[in-house]
């Protein structure tokens, strides 16, 4: 028994040198063996694999290292330990067990179609790394639908003006609709929430919006965010299907759409309003009364009461998210005159002279 203790006093100060003399530290890599895990009668089984040649360790030992596992279901996840595959290796593996139906050491309760994540904490890093310290994590889904990044695909990028048309060439000032199609491969719901970023030839983001939601088993829509480009330029938007904010596993492989915004210059004889509109400033104004229905997308309109425009009203709608805000300011028109379909007024408020 002396010995043995005589031994252990000796080595550990040994890995603490071996340790210490290593000057090139390399950052660790983790990883599950497989991108999704199948469960037979609510059980199954997966295998994390961590390489990371700087973990302290005892030479000519097999050494240990600590990672820690949860799924969407058992956020409250274990720490689950690693083995060396051999002496000095400096690679860790484990295969544990998956339940639907509880979570115990070495056990993680899971449900089909749950992401599950490992995260491990690298502190042995190069010594040119801009952290002292990173964590490493890295997901796998629960299920046998097949791969993430197939369970709801998007496609079909693309622009779309107020009138329902496509758009080429988005115009300044203009409100435009982005949109893609996403479709549902499982058999079950899918929570999910569609990104789409806009970003400039100066690859700065000029957009963003989302929107958050549950898409029903082999289902499809085409979700949609309204933008007003306000300079010209080369732009692309890029839409992302993720599983949430909190988890951003992806469930598509990102699309793109490329486009050039233009300024074009109008005349008025060039601008024709719809029967219900009035033209002002080289833009086409509804006029309708009490009790009237606008079109979703209008921004300003005249109320008319008696046969007379009373009040100019403005719709403002606040950003951000997939929705906003709908908000209406409006001021009394004290006069008024329609020339060739053009009016002309003045504001109680004097906003307009």
Not at 102 to 108: E, I, Q, W, Y
Not at 211 to 217: A, S
Not at 246 to 269: F, G, K, R, W
Request: glycine share 6%; aromatic share 10%.
């Amino acid at each position: 028994m002396k010995t043995i203790t005589l031994l252990i006093i000796l080595l550990i100060p040994l890995a603490l040198v071996f340790a210490e003399n290593s000057p090139e530290y390399t950052e660790a890599k983790l990883e599950w063996s497989k991108f999704n895990y199948g469960l037979i009668n609510g059980t199954g089984t997966a295998k994390i694999v961590l390489t990371d040649f700087d973990a302290p360790n005892i030479p000519n030992y097999i050494d240990t290292v600590t990672v820690f596992v949860y799924s969407d279901s058992f956020p409250e996840g274990i720490n689950l330990t690693l083995y060396e595959t051999e002496k000095n290796s400096g690679i860790f593996e484990r295969t544990f067990s998956l339940s639907d139906t509880r979570s115990a050491p070495g056990v993680l309760y899971v449900r089909e179609g749950d992401t599950a994540i490992v995260t491990y904490a690298d502190d042995t890093l190069p010594f040119d790394h801009v952290f002292s310290e990173i964590y490493l994590m890295e997901t796998t889904l629960i299920g046998t639908t097949g791969p993430p990044l197939e369970r709801v695909p998007t496609s079909n990028a693309r622009i779309i003006g107020l009138d329902g048309d496509s758009v080429t060439h988005p115009v300044v000032g203009e409100q435009i609709l982005l949109m893609s199609d996403i479709a549902s491969q499982q058999d079950t719901p899918q929570e999910f929430i569609w990104i789409a970023q806009t970003i400039d030839s100066q690859n700065k983001v000029q957009f963003l919006s989302w929107i958050n939601g549950t898409i029903n088993p082999r289902s499809s829509f085409s979700p949609s965010t309204s933008w007003i480009p306000q300079a010209t330029g080369e732009y692309r938007t890029v839409f992302f299907v993720w599983e949430s904010i909190d988890n951003p596993t992806a469930l598509s492989p990102p699309v793109e759409i490329e486009y050039t915004v233009e300024s074009v210059s109008y005349t008025l004889t060039e601008i024709q309003c719809l029967e219900g509109q009035l033209l002002h400033d080289n833009e086409c104004i509804f006029v309708i009364g009490l009790g009237g229905e606008l079109p979703a997308w209008a921004t300003n309109y005249f109320l008319i009461e008696s046969g007379m425009i009373t009040q100019y009203c403005k719709i403002e709608t606040s950003s951000g998210g997939a929705s906003g805000v709908t908000m209406e300011s409006c001021n009394d028109v004290l006069t008024y005159s329609i020339i060739d379909n053009e009016i002309e007024f003045v504001l109680e408020s004097d906003a307009y002279e």
